[in-house]
């Protein structure tokens, strides 16, 4: 199924285009997320216990001392989203791993109100278990959305930090190398995923690009290059 | 057509800009605080990326070039846009302006709620009245034994947990009970009906339960100083919820969503207002009520008295007094 795209308009008049997150990606956002909360309260609760069991709090918490282990640990699993989202401008851990963030319609990052808003309506969208209610919602609404968001007019979209590292190297490259951009553009990322490829692959590649980009190389010369060898050549493209 | 050659000498003559622009794309968005001059620096950055990202649209549509720009350009445009920080004078506004506005917006709403809790407290009182069998579906077997040998089960409270505990576990049930009214809202006000009709049901039958037993005093006795406001709270968590589903048949706005989003943003202060209203009233219900030491008068100028409080508080009365008592001018001696 093709990624949703969300089209706002900025500040300036140009338009710009964010990926919407699927229920894939919320759900893997969280399940992480859920762990989490659920050990450091159990920690807390194991913490509490351990103290209670060795008789180390003092006599004067004894009537609170319930109170002191239980309610952090309701706190942080209760509280843990919404005070992470709005700490973490739209994030929480989950989200973070999983490549996503919250953003409003206009594209910015939620106010406290809105944030506060989204995870309220977590007693709908739970109903009647595992989230079934939102998740049905997320399945057929436009912007995969789920009740929280429609109330709060919130969107989960997924970052693309990749791409907003590249725009310096992006410069750099345009900057020292004779290739034009899509071809720069494409070195690079054959450069970037060479380790990640299968040998064969990687070097048949940069043989082929090598043979298009580099007319002044011998063919024979190119089937005779190490890996190495590709692979410096290459770099020397980009200058 | 744009020429190829065209493109590269424009990514050409843009490159020494774009390495430039990259470590301001990286840093605004996780600036807490900016600087007049950081911000001027950001809203340039942004600027110049908008007029990079229209031109490589038109010169090289669909390249790595156009996706870096739009993608720093988004990120940017978190930075631009961003709202203030909750800062006091928020807070003052929130708690001065929103809230009592809010208030104000569903009062009716919040009359008619507190009707339909009060004709479903009559019903269920006449509905164990007439077949008292039926007690088992609002009391548990604990509950009703208790009653049927001479006690009330909130006399035997602060055997069970001590106040610190009880005042946070009937916070976490309040809170839980009056969220639930607003979001039911939701189903078009018909969740909110149904659960302000069950509190009140219950309320009722188990009014006339004890009353069957006397001990009506006894339960009249323990709701008195915390009751006013965790009542009325509900009634207008209830009117919030019933907004909601209004805001959702008779839409003011030209979508649904729209409509719903917000209704949800002009009640959300009330909400605030009810969560701590509710704070209040569980440490009540945790430490006044359920203790002996406090009589009849005693706990109804508690109950009155926190109910004047709330009343100010939704009016925003109690920081127009407060905020006028500090700008009093000094008495010269």
């Known amino acids: 199924m093709a990624a949703e795209e969300l089209n706002i308009r900025g500040l300036t008049g140009v338009e710009m285009t964010l990926q919407v997150a699927g229920p894939g990606t919320r759900a893997y956002a969280f399940i992480i997320d859920w762990h989490i909360r659920l050990l450091v309260a159990l920690a807390w609760l194991l913490l509490g216990w351990l103290v209670g069991l060795l008789g180390a709090a003092p006599k004067f918490m004894s009537h609170v001392f319930p109170l002191v282990f239980a309610l952090p640990a309701l706190l942080v699993y209760f509280f843990y989203h919404p005070v992470l989202e709005v700490l973490m401008h739209g994030r929480t851990p989950g989200k973070r791993m999983a490549g996503a963030r919250i953003v409003t319609l206009e594209g910015a990052t939620p106010g406290m109100g809105a944030l506060l808003m989204r995870n309220l309506f977590r007693l709908i969208d739970s109903l009647p278990l595992l989230y079934l209610v939102g998740l049905i919602c997320c399945m057929f609404t436009a912007q995969r959305v789920r009740i929280g968001d429609l109330a709060a007019g919130t969107v989960l979209v997924l970052d693309d930090q990749k791409a907003a590292r590249s725009l310096g190297s992006l410069g750099r490259i345009a900057e020292s190398s004779r290739l034009d951009p899509d071809s720069a553009a494409l070195v690079q990322d054959l450069l970037e995923r060479w380790t990640e490829l299968e040998p064969e692959r990687a070097q048949a590649l940069a043989r082929e690009l090598l043979g298009r980009l580099d007319p002044g190389l011998d063919p024979n010369q190119l089937a005779d290059f190490k890996p190495e060898a590709l692979r410096s050549r290459l770099g020397a493209l980009l200058g | 057509m744009v020429e190829r050659s065209d493109a590269s000498s424009w990514v050409k003559s843009r490159a020494a800009r774009w390495q430039d622009l990259e470590a301001e794309v990286n840093r605004a968005p996780a600036r807490s605080r900016a600087t007049p001059e950081e911000a001027l620096r950001t809203l340039e950055a942004y600027r110049t990326l908008a007029r990079d990202l229209a031109s490589a649209r038109e010169l090289l549509p669909r390249s790595t070039a156009t996706a870096a720009l739009a993608s720093a350009y988004s990120r940017l445009h978190v930075a631009v846009s961003r709202t203030p920080k909750f800062a006091r004078s928020r807070w ?242």
């Not at chain 2, 208790?146 to 035997?156: I, L, M, R």
């Not at chain 2, 049901?201 to 323990?222: D, E, I, P, W």
């Not at chain 2, 589903?245 to 207002?273: D, F, K, N, Y």
Request: with cysteine; hydrophobic share 50%; net charge positive.
């Open chain 2, 92 to 333: 003052r506004t929130l708690f001065r302006d929103q809230i009592p506005a809010a208030a104000r917006s569903v009062r009716s709403l919040a009359l008619w709620i507190a009707l339909l809790l009060a004709l479903s407290a009559l019903a269920g009182w006449w509905l164990i009245s007439t077949y008292p069998e039926l007690i088992g579906l609002i009391a548990s077997e604990k509950m009703i034994s208790g009653v049927e040998q001479g006690h009330v089960w909130t006399d035997q409270l602060l055997n069970v947990a001590p106040s610190s505990v009880l005042s946070a576990q009937i916070f976490s049930n309040n809170a839980v009970v009056s969220t639930g009214a607003f979001c039911a809202g939701l189903f078009f006000g018909l969740g909110t009906f149904y659960m302000i009709s069950l509190n009140g049901l219950m309320l009722g039958g188990l009014l006339a339960f004890t009353h069957q037993y006397g001990l009506m005093h006894s339960l009249v006795r323990f709701i008195l100083p915390h009751g006013p406001v965790e009542l009325s709270v509900i009634c207008l968590a209830g009117a919030a919820g019933t907004a909601l589903g209004e805001s959702l048949i008779r839409p003011s706005l030209p979508t649904r969503a729209q409509s719903l989003r917000a209704c949800a943003e002009r009640l959300g202060p009330l909400l605030v207002a009810c969560i701590l209203l509710l704070l209040g009233a569980g440490l009540l219900e945790g430490f006044v009520s359920p203790s002996s030491h406090y009589s009849i008068p005693v706990r109804l100028t508690i109950g009155l008295g926190y109910w004047m409080f709330m009343l100010l508080f939704l009016s925003g009365k109690l920081f127009t007094l407060a905020s006028s008592a500090s700008f009093a001018p000094r008495q010269s001696s």
